[in-house]
């Protein structure tokens, strides 16, 4: 019998790069159910509205859409729920002291399988970018295009 081939799944927040300065990475693990899983592995997932809070035991992740598998059963799905996210207290201490200063804030970047099989988050640490650096970087990006066309 032949194996299945592996279909990467990766749900990105494109919107995360150019609103934001990420000045830290971090990958997380997530507190899932079974069918949100398999949704997952579907890839019917948004992570572009969600945003992540720290908690007096841990970091949750607020807004992150997961839409509900259709043959879960009797199991009731909540498609915007709470998750709960998986770091160790050496990144979570970290986390809360930058948290400390003014305009830093945690940001989900992307959603994926490590290659063991578990749902990871990758969430980044950084500032909001003001208006004059986004514009920057929409400039940077058409030259880049431009140089890439004449080449």
Do not use: W
Request: overall charge positive; proline content about 1%.
């Amino acid at each position: 019998m032949a194996k299945k081939e592996k279909k990467e799944i990766r749900i990105r927040n494109r919107k995360a790069t150019f609103e934001y300065a990420i000045e830290q990475e971090f990958v997380a693990g997530l507190v899932l159910t079974g069918a949100e899983v398999k949704s997952l592995r579907d890839g019917k997932a948004t992570i572009s509205e969600a945003y992540c809070y720290l908690t007096n035991t841990g970091i949750r992740i607020k807004g992150m859409h997961i839409a509900e598998f259709k043959n879960a059963g009797y199991v009731e799905q909540e498609p915007l729920r709470e998750r709960e996210l998986l770091l160790t207290t050496v990144e979570l201490r970290k986390l809360r002291n930058k948290m400390k200063d003014q305009g830093y804030t945690i940001v989900p970047m992307e959603l994926f399988f490590s290659d063991t099989g578990f749902a990871k988050l990758r969430i980044g640490l950084g500032r909001g970018k003001k208006n004059y650096d986004k514009r920057q970087d929409i400039k940077s990006r058409d030259v880049k295009r431009e140089m890439e066309r004449y080449t």
